[in-house]
């Protein structure tokens, strides 16, 4: 399960920048993941709470933003969202290998802390 190795390190992050922004308490962790990105949502919540005990993020929320896979023809320039991540060959011309422009991501994008 490499969501706990994940999680460790969002939470690892999280405590180096409330650390140096003398924050104490993290309520809720906010990442943004892609479609592609290979991690599992639920493993990744599951070790969440394993992962944040003992830190600034202990009994935190941990809140997902999902981005869509985006692919863009290499031959034609045609941009768009694939029906399914099975189905990437170009609608217009007979391309089969797009560029993913978007779908990969795993970026932590906010924490909530307490007023």
């Known amino acids: ?15 180096e920048q409330a650390a140096a922004r003398g ?3 993290v309520e809720a962790v906010t990442i ?6 290979g991690v599992d949502k639920s493993a990744l919540s599951f070790a969440w709470e394993l992962a944040a005990a003992g830190s600034v993020a ?13 692919v863009k ?15 990437l060959a170009c609608p ?3 391309a089969v290998a797009p560029d993913i422009t978007a779908g990969r991501e795993l970026h932590i994008v906010a924490m909530e802390v307490p007023e």
Not at 1 to 15: F, T
């Open 23 to 25: 924050i104490t308490k």
């Open 1 to 15: 399960m490499h969501e706990l190795s994940i999680a460790l390190g969002i939470v690892q992050s999280v405590s």
């Open 32 to 37: 943004r993941i892609g479609e592609l990105s």
């Open 73 to 87: 023809c290499p031959s034609c320039g045609v941009e768009r969202t694939p029906p399914s991540t099975w189905e």
């Open 92 to 94: 217009t011309c007979p």
């Open 58 to 70: 202990e009994g935190s929320r941990l809140d997902f933003q999902d981005v869509a896979l985006k």
